[in-house]
């Protein structure tokens, strides 16, 4: 899959022009128009005396906005990009699938949610609600240092987390869309402790084989596409093992499948993609299964 079209969803504050920036080596993948989309939520619009809702702050919110994106646009139409723009004054998820829904992309691009702890128990992440709502891989941005540098080659050495799922299929594919801007990929797939039952060490090394074959065949079928890639067995807790494979192979951003789960189930259990879109200190891009009907 090609992406073509890109929906930048931007604060300003979280992801600015610099963020962009390092997303524009998609041009290299066929990227050649980018959305972007500012939605200034109504609890954040600032109140008098309890007057309620204030037009003319909303007024100048979204002139604000504009005279970003006035200036952000010009860079891409020097690049030869086509550019569009949404500002509204609205709920965060349902104004993302109106645009969605308006524009088609094939590529979402997030912030990380900053919601608390109890909304996160109670209302859920917004990028899990998202993902959950749309069938759109999304890209979810994080600066990866406490100096908010933004990491300046962003697909130069992603790492792909795959647990043999449908999902995990559907994401390999997606990769192979990206093989004009990958630079190195590297593919883990863990073991957890549980599966090594056997305290006979050759069983032991039975399974580690079994995983590293099937990771040998998935490393040759991308390198038939032309994506450079290498293979890893990590055993352990998947999120803590993933975490550590990124840091040891200096990942640019972390790929995982997102199954459709129970909303209840994800929120008080949580899961891997989410954890790691959550708190994870890489960007993460999260590829969601097919709809259940």
């Known amino acids: ?11 300003f504050e979280e992801l600015c022009y610099d963020a962009l920036n390092s997303l524009l080596a998609l041009r290299g993948a066929a ?3 980018v959305v972007f989309l500012n939605v200034i939520e109504r609890d954040k619009v600032a109140m008098k005396r ?11 919110l979204k002139e604000t906005a504009n005279i970003r994106f006035i200036d952000w646009a010009e860079n891409l139409f020097e690049m030869g990009l086509e550019v569009g723009a949404y500002m509204e004054v609205s709920t965060l998820i349902p104004e993302i699938l109106k645009v969605v829904k308006k524009e088609s992309p094939d590529l979402i691009v997030i912030g990380r949610s900053h919601k608390g702890p109890l909304e996160h128990l109670y209302a859920g992440s917004d990028v899990i609600e998202l993902i959950r709502r749309t069938d759109i891989p999304t890209l979810v941005f994080k600066h990866m240092k406490d100096d908010n540098i933004v990491p300046e080659k962003l697909f130069e050495r992603p790492l792909f987390a795959t647990n043999w799922s449908e999902t995990g299929k559907k994401t390999v594919e997606y990769i192979k869309g990206l093989k004009e801007v990958i630079g190195e990929i590297h593919i883990i797939h863990v073991v957890k402790e549980s599966a090594l039952k056997s305290s006979d060490t050759h069983e032991v090394q039975k399974v580690r084989k079994t995983e590293r074959k099937k990771l040998d065949n998935l490393c040759d079928e991308l390198e038939e596409a032309g994506v450079n890639a290498r293979p890893h067995v990590y055993v352990g807790e998947p999120q803590k093992e993933i975490e550590k494979a990124a840091k040891e192979y200096q990942a640019t951003m972390v790929i995982l499948g997102s199954s459709e789960k129970a909303a209840i189930l994800e929120r008080w259990m949580g ?9 994870s200190i ?5 590829i969601p299964g097919d709809k259940t009907v």
């Not at 309890?50 to 100048?60: A, D, F, H, M």
């Open 1 to 11: 899959m090609k992406i073509k079209k890109l929906l930048f969803v931007t604060k």
């Open 31 to 33: 990227l050649e128009h």
């Open 50 to 60: 309890g007057s309620g809702y204030l037009k003319e702050e909303e007024v100048k």
């Open 271 to 279: 899961s891997i993609s989410k954890n790691i879109a959550d708190n």
């Open 282 to 286: 890489y960007p993460c891009l999260l």
